[in-house]
């Protein structure tokens, strides 16, 4: 079990990101958002094309709904569902995670913690951040 961020940082920053192995030895961003007075945590990818929720900003979120930065589509932040746009009819693979005193705790079997942040922020090297396509 690892620690990853309290209850009370997640509601006051918006998201919390960090990377993953999954079972499959590779790494998986996971972002921790807020659901109630809890936290809930989604694989940080859009299920119908290859987007990040957060991008290295948080994650962009309006009325308890994470927001695809690509298509507009909403995902419900507690459940993971979506009933709009080109993901709607889809649901954003889970982690599992536990709260002790309001302390976040990645407990999911399928992931090892890796480090806080994005796959590629421990990179030497720098990153693009357009989003154009030609």
């Known amino acids: 079990m690892q620690q990853l961020t309290t209850v009370e940082e ?4 918006g998201s919390f990101r960090f990377t993953a192995e999954d079972s499959y030895g590779e790494p998986e961003e996971v972002v921790v958002v807020p659901c ?6 989604w694989v940080n990818q859009c299920t119908h094309e290859d987007q990040r929720f957060d991008t290295g900003r948080g994650v962009p ?5 994470m ?6 589509s909403l ?23 536990a709260e002790r005193h309001g302390t976040v705790f990645l407990t ?6 890796m480090h806080e942040g994005g796959i590629d922020d ?13």
């Open 75 to 97: 995902f419900d932040a507690c459940e993971g569902d979506c009933d709009n746009g080109e993901a709607a009819g889809t649901t954003l693979p889970d982690v599992d995670l």
């Open 36 to 41: 109630g007075e809890g936290v809930e945590a």
């Open 122 to 134: 421990d990179d030497d090297m720098p990153g693009s951040s357009s989003h154009l396509q030609l």
């Open 67 to 72: 927001i695809c930065p690509r298509h507009g």
């Open 10 to 13: 997640v509601h006051e920053s």
């Open 61 to 65: 979120m309006r009325d308890g709904q």
């Open 108 to 113: 999911d079997d399928g992931f090892e913690f």
